[in-house]
């Protein structure tokens, strides 16, 4: 594969050539510092810091990291695991970053002092452990910007230790992988922005120094990041869920920040196909409580994610810095790029329902600004992805100030075999670890590994938002059907899940919920509560007749393999069904929350096929598919205006 071939390429998905590697260096701005910032960006901040009092908070909070700092060691070249350098490579960036910048602003000879004893360190290091290379781009991005931002402060001589060290370790190693066109250079997910970005930011750093050698890596790593940025395309989501959206968009951005400060455009990456609808993501997938819809390997805590604030200036998304804002945790960037901008979403009237495509997720909620708003996150997907999970048809639940049905994140990447030939053996990445169906459970794998599944129906009102998503693909071995449709009704305050299934053969189905609420069962197993504080989430099975919930702990089936090591998932419960012998089968669960004094449903519906909803906008006339109210008289602690009435429950259309 040539670099005549990649150009080509590069002309035709950006509209623009690449530049040639020897024309890296006519373009390059010749003054330090020339990463992210400019010589004059750093008065900016200091009146910024003088004048906004978030801003000045995110400084203080960087001034105490940087004492902190000073009175810490400096980092050690250190593989606990046998793999991964990476937490040292982190740690390193952070104090570079944030030493650097309060030199800048404070004037501290300390700061200085203290940015290179870490870097001395790292320096002499015996390498940067190149074959985990996010460990060696990582490291090299700290490089970058305590050699570019510090340029001026240091001695002839340090400059060549800190040159040395970036060229040896990092640049050279890198340069092998884009000449071969192999590994992380070919890849569509996070490896690829992590690595081409923090070798891109040593590279831009050393341009002018090393001209012909920066910019043939500088040419490969523009023509490389095209790859997974087509991922983001239609509409800013992330295959990998939202923790590894956060990891691959900040090195995408400072990346792309960076060409621009260093040498004024960034060839057109940042107008790719769903870019700048990117912002979204985290925004539509985080609950009311804080958490996010954690599919994949990833946790469910808030995401912080500086890159926020700049992309809300590039793209003009003002409600992309309110995020950032909202979630600061005082990095560095957080003040680099600090915007005052943006109002919350529902000042902004963003819609309360999403559906991302090709990524195939939808988010409903009740409400944007309410800490106990209800929201229901539900996914079809692609099981190859990468970091994906068997987890096709799985969902979470937020209400009432909790999340009741949760997902598990991702285990142990150290286990035998995570990334490998054992993956799906490990409880939290097989379709038993996730809130959505198991059939004909055995030791093998319970969804199909290469399955896709898309959502074939989607529509959100003002008053219910419902989703329906072929999960067949998921199940093909057992199945000739599998729907799962999941209904969040914003007046009557409920959530409906329904399966419908049609086996090859009779055989055998679980569905499951996670929690880690407290769980009873009632004793013919046709209702539950779930408890959590002085709030509670009552759920009935209404199909199939003969079914009943049970809790388990959140382990294995008996069927199921139970590697050493993994994850027993300790305060966890999951709310589950069995049934038996079936061939046809319509699963259908009722989830209501219950404030504090509120009694559940007295009277409960009668499911319906999935196909009974109409089309969007052809319900007009209400009597079409609206009823009389099925949850009547919840016995409320406090009198309540009467209901409007309640269209009949799942009445979905999946054409």
């Given at each position: ?605 009668a499911p319906q096929p999935l196909t009974a909803l109409p089309l969007e906008g052809s319900g007009g006339a209400e009597t079409d598919w609206w009823g009389k109210s099925l949850l009547p008289n919840r016995g409320d602690a ?18």
């Open positions: 594969m040539s670099f005549l071939w990649w150009g080509c390429v590069m002309a035709f998905a950006l509209g623009g050539t690449v530049w040639a590697p020897n024309e890296w260096a006519l373009r390059v701005r010749r003054e330090h510092p020339r990463l992210l910032v400019t010589r004059n960006h750093f008065p900016h901040l200091q009146q910024l810091v003088r004048t906004n009092p978030q801003a000045r908070e995110i400084y203080e909070r960087l001034k105490r990291s940087a004492e902190r700092i000073c009175q810490e060691l400096p980092s050690r070249y250190e593989i606990p695991d046998g793999l991964r350098l990476l937490a040292t490579s982190r740690r390193v960036l952070n104090r570079i970053y944030t030493l650097a910048l309060l030199y800048h602003l404070d004037g501290e000879q300390r700061y200085l002092e203290r940015a290179w004893r870490e870097l001395e360190a790292a320096a002499n290091f015996p390498d940067w452990n190149p074959r985990h290379f996010l460990d060696t781009a990582e490291m090299a991005h700290a490089f970058a910007i305590g050699y570019d931002w510090l340029y001026d402060a240091w001695t002839e001589e340090q400059r060549r230790i800190l040159r040395d060290a970036m060229v040896t370790k990092g640049l050279q190693p890198a340069l092998k992988f884009y000449r071969e066109k192999t590994g992380w250079v070919m890849a569509r997910h996070n490896w690829n922005q992590v690595c081409n970005g923090g070798i891109g930011m040593a590279a831009l750093a050393l341009l002018d120094e090393l001209p012909d050698f920066c910019g043939e890596i500088l040419s490969s790593a523009v023509q490389s990041l095209q790859l997974p940025m087509r991922e983001f395309a239609p509409d800013g989501a992330w295959g990998e869920g939202p923790g590894y959206w956060n990891y691959a968009t900040s090195y995408n951005c400072v990346f792309l920040a960076a060409l621009e400060t260093a040498v004024g455009t960034d060839f057109g990456l940042s107008q790719m196909d769903g870019f700048a609808e990117t912002g979204l993501f985290p925004i539509y997938l985080t609950g009311p409580t804080g958490r996010t819809f954690n599919f994949a390997d990833g946790g469910d805590g808030t995401l912080r994610a500086p890159q926020m604030f700049w992309l809300a200036r590039k793209f003009n998304r003002p409600i992309y810095a309110w995020y950032a804002r909202t979630t600061s945790a005082a990095h560095p960037l957080d003040l680099v790029w600090f915007n005052e901008g943006g109002k919350d979403p529902q000042a902004e009237r963003l819609p309360l329902d999403k559906y991302f495509r090709h990524v195939e997720v939808v988010t409903m909620r009740t409400a944007w600004s309410d800490h106990n708003a209800f929201f229901v996150a539900f996914k079809a997907g692609d099981n190859k992805f990468n970091h994906s999970h068997l987890d096709i048809g799985t969902f979470v639940l937020d209400a009432m100030g909790y999340r009741w049905a949760l997902d598990l994140g991702a285990d142990d990447y150290n286990l035998p075999g995570y990334f490998g030939r054992a993956r799906w053996t490990y409880y939290r990445l097989r379709a038993e670890g996730h809130n959505t169906l198991v059939i004909n459970p055995s030791a093998d794998p319970d969804q199909d590994p290469r399955a896709e599944a898309k959502i074939i129906r989607f529509v959100s009102q003002p008053d219910r938002a419902f989703a329906i998503a072929d999960l067949t693909p998921a199940y093909a071995r057992h199945a000739t059907k599998v729907h799962r449709g999941v209904l969040l009704d914003r007046r009557e305050r409920f959530v409906w899940v329904q399966d419908e299934v049609t086996l090859k053969e009779p055989g055998e189905v679980w569905w499951f919920l996670h929690t880690t609420a407290e769980v009873q069962q009632s004793e013919d197993g046709k209702t539950a509560m779930l408890r959590q504080g002085d709030v509670r989430l009552f759920a009935a099975l209404l199909s199939p007749t003969d079914a009943r919930f049970t809790v388990m702990d959140a382990r294995p089936l008996p069927t199921s393999p139970d590697p050493k090591g993994q994850n027993l998932n300790k305060g966890v419960r999951k709310l589950a069904v069995q049934v038996s012998s079936v061939t046809e089968l319509r699963l259908s669960v009722l989830l209501v929350p219950l404030r504090a004094g509120e009694q559940p449903p007295t009277k409960l519906p406090e009198p309540k205006p009467t209901r409007t009435p309640l269209p009949s429950p799942l009445h979905f259309c999946a054409t």
